[in-house]
Nanobody, 124 residues
Framework: QVQVVESGGGLVQAGGSLRLSCAAS???????MGWFRQAPGKEREGVAA???????SYADSVKGRFAISRDNAKNTLYLLMNSLKPEDTAMYYC???????????????????WGQGTQVTVSS
């Protein structure tokens, strides 16, 4: 059974940083994986994704501030978030696709395995 579990969320002031982690079990992180977020009253949006060749994709709103990475030895995905803004406040989810295929990397519908989410709150 594939499971992904997020951690690392919390309350931070604007301009601060957080690093989210996503531990995968029952599968390898050597597949298309991504981070998504959903704020109250808004649709879930893709934040960042990484494929098996370590190519990355980012939403325009986070480019230059967020960095996705993974450690295959630890089976863990990360999201380093710098220069956080109040509009980054959301529940953040880790997700994995069923295979290495990674077209349209920020499209949530193509991801099969989802974590329960970790809350990130940025105060102004």
């Amino acid at each position: 059974q594939v499971q992904v579990v997020e951690s690392g969320g919390g309350l931070v002031q604007a301009g601060g940083s957080l690093r989210l982690s996503c531990a995968a079990s029952g599968t390898s992180t050597r597949r298309c994986m991504g981070w998504f977020r959903q704020a109250p009253g808004k649709e879930r949006e893709g934040v960042a994704a990484i494929d098996i060749n370590l190519s990355t994709s980012y939403a325009d709103s986070v480019k230059g501030r967020f960095a996705i990475s993974r450690d295959n030895a630890k089976n863990t995905l990360y999201l380093l978030m710098n220069s956080l803004k109040p509009e980054d406040t959301a529940m953040y989810y880790c997700a994995a696709r069923p295979t290495y295929e990674c077209t349209t990397p920020l499209l949530s519908a193509l991801y099969r395995y989802w974590g329960q989410g970790t809350q990130v709150t940025v105060s102004s």
